[in-house]
């Protein structure tokens, strides 16, 4: 069935990105935002780790520059990652108080 108007496949198109401009708004995907930044601060982590003991063999000024640079970067990220945690809905405030007194 075709739409008057439309051409094969260019309101699927139209329709994605409107969902992801729908994500990026404030309070809407909140938990997979704060997976994509502790992912970040992971590798953050992981190339802090990798820089500290890089210098402590090595003592190549750099790798000290790179080790506090990444151990920055985790905070940052540690911050996003709570405000978006902080920014999810309560699960609890979801389930009605009526259905917990019969769940007993």
């Known amino acids: 069935m075709a739409i008057p108007g439309a051409r094969e ?7 994605r990105f409107q969902t992801v401009s729908e994500m990026l708004n404030s309070g809407e995907c909140e938990p997979a935002k704060a997976a994509v930044h502790a ?3 992971a590798t953050a982590a992981l190339c802090a780790a990798y820089n ?3 210098w402590i063999k090595r ?5 000290a520059i790179n080790a ?3 151990s920055a970067a985790i905070w940052w990220e540690s911050c996003h990652v709570v405000h978006h945690i902080r920014a ?3 699960a609890a405030s979801t ?5 917990l007194k019969n769940a007993a």
């Open 39 to 41: 992912l970040l601060m």
């Open 59 to 63: 003592r190549q000024n750099h790798l």
């Open 68 to 70: 506090v640079i990444y």
């Open 88 to 90: 999810c809905p309560d």
């Open 52 to 54: 500290t003991a890089a």
């Open 9 to 15: 496949g260019r309101l699927r198109t139209t329709e």
């Open 95 to 99: 389930v009605p108080s009526n259905k």
